[in-house]
């Protein structure tokens, strides 16, 4: 697989759970954004200083509605949009149990996922 940053956004109602990895799994930066044009600028303004020319995976949900516009405007850069099935997240989570369920450990699993081998089903 090409060396690539990565994404993992828990996606939220009114704010979403951002989290970027290098290519070799460094968390770079972790923040919230609120759900509207300034939060959408500020993502794609923290992705842009980490990408360095490198492509870019994003794994996020979609159920529910709340990924959009974003999702959209994501797939409209180049980026590479990963669709993290919630059903199948939660039983990663009772596979893989952490002490509690929060938006940053849910933002860092799906990063984890959107690292994840070929033939894995997201």
Do not use: W
């Not at 939220?12 to 959408?40: M, N, T, W, Y």
């Not at 509605?65 to 059903?87: C, Q, S, T, W």
Request: contains cysteine.
């Amino acid at each position: 697989m090409e060396p690539q940053i990565r994404v993992g956004i828990d996606v939220g109602g009114k704010s979403h759970r951002v989290g970027i990895a290098s290519p070799d799994g460094v968390l770079l930066e972790e923040f919230s954004i609120p759900h509207c044009r300034q939060g959408f600028d500020r993502f794609f303004e923290r992705v842009e200083h980490h990408r360095r020319g490198l492509p870019v995976a994003v794994a996020m949900e979609g159920y529910g509605g709340h990924a959009r516009p974003l999702d959209k405007e994501i797939m409209r850069r180049g980026y590479e949009l990963l669709n993290v099935n919630n059903l199948k997240l939660a039983r990663f989570r009772e596979i893989f149990p952490a002490p509690a369920k929060t938006d940053e450990l849910d933002a860092r699993l799906q990063r984890t996922l959107a690292a994840a081998p070929d033939g894995i089903d997201l």
